[in-house]
């Protein structure tokens, strides 16, 4: 039996955490600030400032900046030099706050993720007495915006120099030359980036949001390689226009309002020798075992956004934790696939699977 005094001791220490959880959502408030305005991009490039210095570089209110560097240097983002009286960013916070792309950027992993969804706040606490989801084009450009720098890491430094070298088969064949397909292409980096290591391959991108296409089809043409790579407004549950050597999907399968009918379709688009490229969640089989920091952010962004953008469609609705690799295996070995391997990444977000006919 716990005693009065145990479960003080115990509340208190639960009050402690909750405390800590606020000053970290207000640290990440005010750090969205700072990226979205380009204020840690500038204090890493042009150095140390006052507040009417970093006001006068980016071309802001000095009283809001002033502000917000008092805020960020009371969480540890900054420094301040009393006797400049200049924020400072420290030369290691540079990669996680300023460095866009980047392999340790936090940006837009975090800080957008964290403030984007707010349009979307007040239906998805109508969709918990509905039961219905929340349209994905509530969410507007900013989330779209946001998947788009969250992702971004992947390709430009693990799709090409990391994954493909696990997978021999599929890296000869886009050096030979494939046609490749990726389904939920969104703003078409993944295909930008094979274009320009593999320059024999014809690709294709397939999205059903047409902003995504729109934006996708300008990047490649900035990338010089929109020759090579196009992008169709299509949802790949009705079908693939294959047969391809390669097909691939990033972060995609598991936020499908049909992840079983996607798996067929992407099974029936492959040439017999073709291979699937499977980028998803991280997660365990049991609830249970998804605890912890990790756990709470992907049940996070799951509530934010990937169950209600399912289930507004009528899907299935399994939400971020929704397709740990013994789900994956059972529907893909129900959709027709022969064999899925996983490969040997060290990744605490995503699983790279490779599969085949």
Not at 13 to 29: H, L, Q, R
Not at 164 to 191: F, I, N, S
Not at 281 to 291: H, L, M, T
């Amino acid at each position: 039996m716990t005693s009065q005094t145990d479960g003080t001791a115990s509340t208190e220490e639960f009050m402690d955490k909750v405390f800590g959880d606020y000053v970290g959502a207000n640290a990440i408030f005010m750090a969205a600030i700072g990226d979205r305005l380009g204020l840690f991009k500038d204090l890493a490039a042009a150095g140390p400032a006052t507040s009417v210095e970093l006001a006068e570089r980016t071309g802001l209110a000095e009283r809001y900046v002033r502000e917000w560097l008092h805020g960020m240097a009371a969480a540890g983002y900054l420094t301040f030099d009393a006797n400049g009286a200049r924020y400072a960013m420290p030369a290691d916070h540079v990669p996680v706050l300023a460095e866009e792309s980047g392999t340790m950027f936090m940006g837009a992993a975090f800080f957008d993720y964290s403030t984007t969804f707010g349009e979307s706040f007040h239906a998805l606490l109508e969709a918990f007495h509905s039961g219905e989801g929340v349209r994905q084009e509530l969410y507007g450009q900013e989330a779209a915006e946001a998947i788009e720098r969250f992702t971004a890491p992947w390709f430009e430094h693990q799709l090409v120099p990391v994954w493909l070298p696990l997978m021999p088969e599929v890296r000869t064949t886009l050096e030979v030359g494939a046609r490749v397909c990726d389904v939920g292409c969104g703003q078409g980096r993944a295909l930008i980036k094979l274009a320009q290591a593999f320059p024999h391959c014809e690709l294709v991108g397939l999205d059903r949001y047409e902003p995504a296409i729109q934006a996708a089809t300008e990047n490649a043409r900035q990338a010089g390689v929109g020759d090579r790579v196009r992008f169709e407004m299509h949802d790949g549950v009705a079908g693939l226009p294959g047969p391809f050597d390669v097909i691939t999907t990033f972060d995609v399968l598991h936020d499908s309002a049909d992840p079983a009918g996607l798996l067929r379709a992407i099974h029936d688009g492959l040439k017999p020798s073709g291979r699937y490229v499977c980028v998803d969640i991280n997660c365990a089989d049991r609830s249970q075992d998804n605890v912890g920091p990790m756990g709470t952010v992907l049940y996070g962004l799951s509530l934010a956004y990937c169950l209600p953008v399912s289930l507004a469609r009528g899907g299935a609705g399994l939400g971020t934790c929704g397709l740990p690799e013994g789900r994956l295996r059972a529907m893909a070995l129900e959709a027709g696939f022969a064999e899925v391997r996983r490969l040997p990444v060290d990744d605490p977000f995503n699983n790279v699977y490779e599969l085949s006919l």
